[in-house]
Protein backbone atom coordinates (compact mmCIF):
# COMPACT_ATOMS: atom_id res chain seq x y z
CA UNK A 1 0.00 0.00 0.00
CA UNK A 2 1.29 3.09 -0.82
CA UNK A 3 0.88 6.07 1.58
CA UNK A 4 0.14 9.35 0.30
CA UNK A 5 2.43 12.21 1.23
CA UNK A 6 2.39 16.16 1.07
CA UNK A 7 4.78 18.97 0.95
CA UNK A 8 4.93 20.79 4.51
CA UNK A 9 7.30 23.25 6.62
CA UNK A 10 8.03 22.22 10.31
CA UNK A 11 9.27 24.43 13.08
CA UNK A 12 12.32 22.68 13.55
CA UNK A 13 14.04 24.72 16.15
CA UNK A 14 11.80 27.66 17.64
CA UNK A 15 14.39 30.69 16.78
CA UNK A 16 14.78 34.25 15.13
CA UNK A 17 13.99 33.79 11.76
CA UNK A 18 17.76 34.37 10.66
CA UNK A 19 18.44 31.25 12.19
CA UNK A 20 15.99 29.78 10.09
CA UNK A 21 13.82 27.22 12.41
CA UNK A 22 11.31 26.33 9.80
CA UNK A 23 12.07 23.12 7.45
CA UNK A 24 10.48 22.27 4.36
CA UNK A 25 9.22 18.44 5.03
CA UNK A 26 7.73 15.71 3.13
CA UNK A 27 5.02 14.04 5.47
CA UNK A 28 2.33 11.49 4.85
CA UNK A 29 -0.63 13.27 4.33
CA UNK A 30 -2.79 13.03 7.53
CA UNK A 31 -6.52 10.69 7.94
CA UNK A 32 -9.79 12.55 9.36
CA UNK A 33 -10.53 11.42 12.75
CA UNK A 34 -13.90 11.27 14.29
CA UNK A 35 -15.44 13.78 13.67
CA UNK A 36 -12.60 15.67 11.31
CA UNK A 37 -12.61 16.97 7.95
CA UNK A 38 -9.57 16.30 5.65
CA UNK A 39 -9.03 19.77 3.56
CA UNK A 40 -6.66 20.16 0.82
CA UNK A 41 -5.09 23.54 1.14
CA UNK A 42 -5.84 26.43 -1.24
CA UNK A 43 -4.60 29.57 0.40
CA UNK A 44 -3.02 30.30 4.09
CA UNK A 45 -2.54 33.40 5.46
CA UNK A 46 0.55 34.23 6.98
CA UNK A 47 -0.03 35.69 10.65
CA UNK A 48 1.83 37.50 13.20
CA UNK A 49 1.25 34.42 15.86
CA UNK A 50 2.98 31.99 12.97
CA UNK A 51 5.89 34.10 13.71
CA UNK A 52 5.87 33.81 17.22
CA UNK A 53 5.74 30.31 16.98
CA UNK A 54 8.49 29.89 14.73
CA UNK A 55 10.28 32.49 16.99
CA UNK A 56 9.87 30.80 20.32
CA UNK A 57 8.43 34.07 21.78
CA UNK A 58 5.39 31.31 22.50
CA UNK A 59 5.68 28.16 24.32
CA UNK A 60 6.31 25.34 22.46
CA UNK A 61 2.99 22.79 22.51
CA UNK A 62 3.56 20.02 19.83
CA UNK A 63 7.36 19.61 18.50
CA UNK A 64 7.67 20.26 15.13
CA UNK A 65 4.24 21.67 14.69
CA UNK A 66 3.41 22.75 10.84
CA UNK A 67 2.04 26.64 11.45
CA UNK A 68 -0.62 28.35 9.84
CA UNK A 69 -4.03 28.73 10.82
CA UNK A 70 -5.80 31.06 8.23
CA UNK A 71 -6.73 28.06 5.87
CA UNK A 72 -9.14 28.30 2.94
CA UNK A 73 -9.40 25.39 1.17
CA UNK A 74 -11.75 22.08 -0.46
CA UNK A 75 -12.94 19.35 1.62
CA UNK A 76 -11.44 16.45 1.33
CA UNK A 77 -12.38 13.47 2.64
CA UNK A 78 -14.62 12.81 5.79
CA UNK A 79 -13.56 11.54 9.28
CA UNK A 80 -16.66 9.03 10.85
CA UNK A 81 -19.33 10.30 12.89
CA UNK A 82 -19.68 13.96 11.62
CA UNK A 83 -22.14 15.59 11.54
CA UNK A 84 -23.45 16.47 7.95
CA UNK A 85 -21.91 20.38 8.14
CA UNK A 86 -20.14 19.59 5.19
CA UNK A 87 -19.80 17.67 1.93
CA UNK A 88 -16.56 16.69 0.28
CA UNK A 89 -15.83 19.58 -2.83
CA UNK A 90 -16.98 22.08 -0.36
CA UNK A 91 -14.74 25.56 0.05
CA UNK A 92 -14.08 25.46 3.83
CA UNK A 93 -12.08 27.52 6.41
CA UNK A 94 -10.06 26.83 9.43
CA UNK A 95 -9.13 29.11 12.12
CA UNK A 96 -7.17 29.20 15.04
CA UNK A 97 -9.43 28.24 17.83
CA UNK A 98 -9.83 24.42 17.52
CA UNK A 99 -11.26 23.13 19.96
CA UNK A 100 -12.95 23.55 23.16
CA UNK A 101 -14.50 20.73 25.70
CA UNK A 102 -17.75 23.00 25.50
CA UNK A 103 -18.69 21.89 29.42
CA UNK A 104 -16.71 23.85 31.64
CA UNK A 105 -17.82 27.32 33.13
CA UNK A 106 -16.64 29.56 30.50
CA UNK A 107 -17.88 27.65 26.87
CA UNK A 108 -21.28 27.25 29.20
CA UNK A 109 -21.33 30.60 29.69
CA UNK A 110 -20.76 31.57 26.10
CA UNK A 111 -16.98 32.01 26.74
CA UNK A 112 -14.97 29.18 24.60
CA UNK A 113 -12.07 31.55 24.37
CA UNK A 114 -11.19 31.27 27.61
CA UNK A 115 -12.03 27.41 27.74
CA UNK A 116 -8.81 26.13 29.69
CA UNK A 117 -8.70 23.09 27.43
CA UNK A 118 -8.97 25.07 24.54
CA UNK A 119 -6.44 23.78 21.25
CA UNK A 120 -5.52 25.97 18.17
CA UNK A 121 -4.37 25.02 15.16
CA UNK A 122 -0.78 25.53 13.83
CA UNK A 123 0.12 25.48 17.59
CA UNK A 124 -1.41 22.79 19.53
CA UNK A 125 -2.16 20.83 16.13
CA UNK A 126 -0.75 21.02 12.57
CA UNK A 127 -1.87 23.61 10.28
CA UNK A 128 -1.93 24.83 6.75
CA UNK A 129 1.85 25.52 5.56
CA UNK A 130 0.81 22.54 4.17
CA UNK A 131 -1.00 20.90 1.34
CA UNK A 132 -3.58 19.31 3.33
CA UNK A 133 -4.60 19.99 6.90
CA UNK A 134 -7.78 18.58 9.58
CA UNK A 135 -10.36 20.06 11.45
CA UNK A 136 -12.94 19.31 14.00
CA UNK A 137 -16.27 19.65 12.01
CA UNK A 138 -17.46 21.92 14.14
CA UNK A 139 -14.97 24.56 14.63
CA UNK A 140 -14.45 24.71 10.60
CA UNK A 141 -16.33 27.63 8.84
CA UNK A 142 -18.79 27.92 6.19
CA UNK A 143 -17.28 31.32 3.79
CA UNK A 144 -18.60 33.77 1.56
CA UNK A 145 -18.96 33.69 -1.58
CA UNK A 146 -17.73 36.82 -2.81
CA UNK A 147 -14.13 36.84 -1.93
CA UNK A 148 -10.97 35.17 -3.78
CA UNK A 149 -9.03 32.13 -1.40
CA UNK A 150 -6.38 34.83 -1.07
CA UNK A 151 -8.35 37.65 0.11
CA UNK A 152 -10.76 34.76 2.33
CA UNK A 153 -7.47 33.18 4.15
CA UNK A 154 -6.25 36.51 6.19
CA UNK A 155 -10.28 37.07 7.17
CA UNK A 156 -9.52 33.89 8.87
CA UNK A 157 -7.57 35.12 12.09
CA UNK A 158 -6.65 38.91 11.06
CA UNK A 159 -9.96 39.53 10.26
CA UNK A 160 -11.61 37.60 13.16
CA UNK A 161 -9.63 38.95 15.89
CA UNK A 162 -9.81 42.05 14.97
CA UNK A 163 -13.11 42.52 14.73
CA UNK A 164 -13.49 40.86 18.43
CA UNK A 165 -10.65 43.17 19.27
CA UNK A 166 -13.41 46.14 18.01
CA UNK A 167 -15.82 44.72 20.64
CA UNK A 168 -13.52 44.51 23.07
CA UNK A 169 -12.17 48.40 23.16
CA UNK A 170 -15.99 49.23 23.23
CA UNK A 171 -16.35 52.11 20.54
CA UNK A 172 -18.96 54.03 20.94
CA UNK A 173 -21.00 54.80 18.11
CA UNK A 174 -19.31 57.78 15.61
CA UNK A 175 -16.35 57.39 18.32
CA UNK A 176 -12.72 57.99 17.56
CA UNK A 177 -10.85 54.91 17.24
CA UNK A 178 -6.93 54.94 17.70
CA UNK A 179 -5.07 51.80 15.71
CA UNK A 180 -1.54 50.89 16.58
CA UNK A 181 0.22 48.48 14.15
CA UNK A 182 -1.27 48.22 10.62
CA UNK A 183 -0.69 44.94 9.21
CA UNK A 184 -3.04 42.21 8.66
CA UNK A 185 -5.68 42.33 11.11
CA UNK A 186 -5.35 46.27 11.54
CA UNK A 187 -6.09 46.81 8.06
CA UNK A 188 -9.17 44.40 8.09
CA UNK A 189 -10.05 46.25 11.58
CA UNK A 190 -9.70 50.01 10.12
CA UNK A 191 -12.45 49.12 7.73
CA UNK A 192 -15.12 47.39 10.16
CA UNK A 193 -14.80 50.32 12.14
CA UNK A 194 -14.95 52.86 9.56
CA UNK A 195 -18.34 50.91 7.91
CA UNK A 196 -19.50 51.30 11.25
CA UNK A 197 -19.41 55.21 10.94
CA UNK A 198 -16.05 55.15 13.53
CA UNK A 199 -13.11 58.15 12.77
CA UNK A 200 -10.16 56.26 12.47
CA UNK A 201 -6.69 57.28 13.62
CA UNK A 202 -3.53 55.08 12.66
CA UNK A 203 0.07 55.33 14.13
CA UNK A 204 2.30 53.27 12.83
CA UNK A 205 5.88 52.48 11.69
CA UNK A 206 6.30 52.38 7.73
CA UNK A 207 5.33 55.11 5.26
CA UNK A 208 3.73 52.15 3.22
CA UNK A 209 1.53 51.26 6.12
CA UNK A 210 0.68 55.23 6.71
CA UNK A 211 0.35 55.56 3.20
CA UNK A 212 -2.48 52.04 3.05
CA UNK A 213 -4.16 53.51 5.95
CA UNK A 214 -4.91 56.51 4.92
CA UNK A 215 -5.88 54.93 1.39
CA UNK A 216 -8.64 53.13 3.29
CA UNK A 217 -10.27 55.97 4.48
CA UNK A 218 -8.45 57.10 7.83
CA UNK A 219 -8.85 60.38 8.90
CA UNK A 220 -4.57 60.35 10.13
CA UNK A 221 -1.76 58.49 10.01
CA UNK A 222 1.36 59.10 12.06
CA UNK A 223 4.52 57.18 13.66
CA UNK A 224 3.94 54.42 16.19
CA UNK A 225 4.25 56.25 18.99
CA UNK A 226 3.25 60.22 18.22
CA UNK A 227 0.30 61.24 19.53
CA UNK A 228 -2.99 61.52 17.10
CA UNK A 229 -4.50 64.94 16.36
CA UNK A 230 -7.60 64.37 18.82
CA UNK A 231 -8.39 62.41 21.96
CA UNK A 232 -9.39 58.72 21.12
CA UNK A 233 -12.96 57.64 22.48
CA UNK A 234 -10.78 53.78 21.95
CA UNK A 235 -7.81 52.15 20.72
CA UNK A 236 -6.61 48.79 19.56
CA UNK A 237 -2.84 47.71 19.96
CA UNK A 238 -1.76 45.43 17.16
CA UNK A 239 1.74 45.71 17.00
CA UNK A 240 3.67 43.44 20.24
CA UNK A 241 4.91 46.57 21.70
CA UNK A 242 5.00 47.00 24.79
CA UNK A 243 6.18 50.41 25.02
CA UNK A 244 2.97 51.77 22.95
CA UNK A 245 0.25 50.81 25.70
CA UNK A 246 1.78 54.31 27.88
CA UNK A 247 1.09 56.45 24.62
CA UNK A 248 -1.85 54.99 23.83
CA UNK A 249 -3.04 55.26 27.28
CA UNK A 250 -2.01 58.73 27.21
CA UNK A 251 -3.97 59.24 24.03
CA UNK A 252 -7.43 57.77 25.41
CA UNK A 253 -10.18 60.66 26.32
CA UNK A 254 -11.66 60.04 29.82
CA UNK A 255 -13.24 57.19 29.74
CA UNK A 256 -11.37 55.52 27.10
CA UNK A 257 -10.53 51.79 26.53
CA UNK A 258 -7.54 50.42 24.96
CA UNK A 259 -8.01 46.67 24.17
CA UNK A 260 -4.64 44.88 23.19
CA UNK A 261 -4.99 42.39 20.43
CA UNK A 262 -2.17 40.23 20.19
CA UNK A 263 -1.03 36.55 21.63
CA UNK A 264 1.97 37.95 22.64
CA UNK A 265 3.26 41.28 23.80
CA UNK A 266 6.62 42.27 25.34
CA UNK A 267 6.97 43.96 28.52
CA UNK A 268 4.66 46.87 29.39
CA UNK A 269 6.92 49.67 31.05
CA UNK A 270 5.84 51.25 34.67
CA UNK A 271 2.25 52.84 34.37
CA UNK A 272 1.62 56.12 36.41
CA UNK A 273 -1.65 56.10 37.39
CA UNK A 274 -2.75 59.44 37.15
CA UNK A 275 -1.18 60.19 33.64
CA UNK A 276 -2.23 56.77 32.14
CA UNK A 277 -5.37 55.19 33.55
CA UNK A 278 -7.52 57.94 36.32
CA UNK A 279 -10.36 58.99 34.52
CA UNK A 280 -11.94 55.76 34.16
CA UNK A 281 -9.28 54.73 30.98
CA UNK A 282 -9.07 51.22 31.04
CA UNK A 283 -6.64 48.43 30.04
CA UNK A 284 -8.29 44.90 27.93
CA UNK A 285 -6.59 42.24 26.68
CA UNK A 286 -8.04 39.91 23.82
CA UNK A 287 -8.14 36.38 23.72
CA UNK A 288 -8.25 33.97 20.91
CA UNK A 289 -11.67 34.15 20.06
CA UNK A 290 -15.55 32.16 19.47
CA UNK A 291 -17.06 30.66 17.26
CA UNK A 292 -19.83 33.43 17.13
CA UNK A 293 -17.31 36.34 16.80
CA UNK A 294 -16.31 34.10 13.69
CA UNK A 295 -19.91 33.72 12.46
CA UNK A 296 -20.28 37.42 13.19
CA UNK A 297 -17.66 38.42 11.04
CA UNK A 298 -17.79 36.67 8.38
CA UNK A 299 -21.60 37.52 8.05
CA UNK A 300 -20.60 41.69 8.26
CA UNK A 301 -17.55 40.65 5.45
CA UNK A 302 -20.37 38.80 3.18
CA UNK A 303 -22.85 42.19 3.59
CA UNK A 304 -19.77 44.96 3.52
CA UNK A 305 -17.07 44.08 0.94
CA UNK A 306 -13.70 44.41 2.31
CA UNK A 307 -10.75 45.29 0.81
CA UNK A 308 -7.98 42.53 1.67
CA UNK A 309 -4.71 43.94 1.08
CA UNK A 310 -2.20 40.73 0.24
CA UNK A 311 1.31 39.94 -0.43
CA UNK A 312 1.43 36.03 -2.65
CA UNK A 313 3.73 33.87 -1.86
CA UNK A 314 3.96 30.41 -3.05
CA UNK A 315 4.30 27.57 -0.34
CA UNK A 316 7.81 26.54 -1.16
CA UNK A 317 8.20 30.68 0.19
CA UNK A 318 7.01 29.88 3.45
CA UNK A 319 10.15 31.32 5.65
CA UNK A 320 10.77 34.34 3.32
CA UNK A 321 7.17 35.41 4.09
CA UNK A 322 7.83 34.75 7.56
CA UNK A 323 11.09 37.12 7.28
CA UNK A 324 9.28 39.80 5.52
CA UNK A 325 6.77 39.67 8.44
CA UNK A 326 9.12 39.90 10.84
CA UNK A 327 11.35 42.35 9.54
CA UNK A 328 8.27 44.82 8.66
CA UNK A 329 8.13 43.87 4.76
CA UNK A 330 4.60 43.49 3.84
CA UNK A 331 1.44 45.96 3.82
CA UNK A 332 -1.06 44.27 4.50
CA UNK A 333 -1.17 40.47 4.82
CA UNK A 334 1.09 38.04 3.12
CA UNK A 335 -0.71 34.64 1.95
CA UNK A 336 0.73 31.15 0.56
CA UNK A 337 -0.22 29.73 -2.15
CA UNK A 338 -0.64 25.86 -2.31
Do not use: K
Amino acid sequence: MVIPTMSAWRVRRPGPMATHPLERVTVPVPEPGSGELLVAVHACGVCRTDLHVAEGDLPVHRPSVIPGHEVVGEVAAIGSDTGGGFAVGDRVGIAWLRMACGSCRFCVRGQENLCPQSRYTGWDADGGYAEFATVPETFAHHLPASYSDTELAPLLCAGIIGYRSLLRADLPAGGRLGIYGFGGSAHLTAQVALAQGAEVHVMTRGERARELALSLGAASAQDAADRPPVALDAAILFAPVGELVLPALEALERGGTLAIAGIYLSDIPVLSYERHLFQERQVRSVTSNTRDDARNFLEFAAQHHIDVTTVEYPLGRADDALSALSDGRIAGAAVLLV
